[in-house]
């Protein structure tokens, strides 16, 4: 009976440290949103800290509850948003780059002026590809 | 005082969201806008979690998996009509 009191109580206080330890990457990914200067900077912050503290949040529960069923669900959550977090963060830092979102005044842009030059070729290149069929 | 370390979690996820809200208020531009957005749906995903660890009922984690999918395609939905509207 003691061992199962012990066991309970191991598991909460690994599961508050796992939970903590994600809040706290959460809110200094926050604080890194409100702080940073540029939008791509921002991004940079939160599409790391945020994930990261989001997994451990999720870890924590799984260790809390002890189950199967509810470990599935977790991993499961925890492989998609490991998935599509940086994918959405690449897609909008791309739809960014072609709004022209100004960047901050001290990034170095000179290789990024060259890749911007091949990207208007790649554009022309998929308008012309893109006109023929107008049906999607 | 496994409440109130979970206690403690929520009060700074809320703190999060409040920054998030500053963020998407002041946003320079559109994508601060739809970065804030998704940001909300990865707090709301915490928040849900802690939630169901304190009152012990399994069932909310399945908002928590539905959360996590429209997130996604809100983001990508945003980003695709963006670039869309720019050609």
Known sequence: ?136 | MFAISLYIAIFALSICLIMVAIRFAIGPSLPDRVTSFDLFVANMIGIIAIFTELTGNEDFIDVASILSLFGFLGSISFAYYLMKSIR
Not at chain 1, 25 to 50: E, H, N, Q, V, W
Not at chain 1, 96 to 101: C, E, N, P, R, T
Not at chain 1, 104 to 123: A, P, V
């Open chain 1, 1 to 136: 009976m003691e061992s199962l009191i012990d066991a309970l109580l191991w598991r909460e206080i690994i599961s508050s440290v796992f939970i903590l330890a994600g809040s706290g990457f959460m809110l200094i990914a926050r604080i890194g949103l409100l702080r940073l200067p540029d939008f791509y900077i921002r991004m940079s912050a939160i599409t790391k800290g945020g994930t990261m503290g989001l997994g451990l949040i999720l870890t924590g529960m799984a260790i809390y509850f002890n189950q199967p069923d509810m470990l599935v669900k977790v991993a499961v959550i925890i492989c998609f948003s490991f998935i599509t977090a940086p994918v959405a963060g690449h897609v909008i830092a791309r739809t960014a780059v072609h709004l022209k979102i100004p960047f901050w005044k001290r990034t170095d842009l000179r290789e990024f002026g060259t890749y911007m030059d091949e990207c208007k070729d790649c554009e022309n290149l998929s308008d012309e590809e893109k006109k023929p069929d107008p049906g999607i």
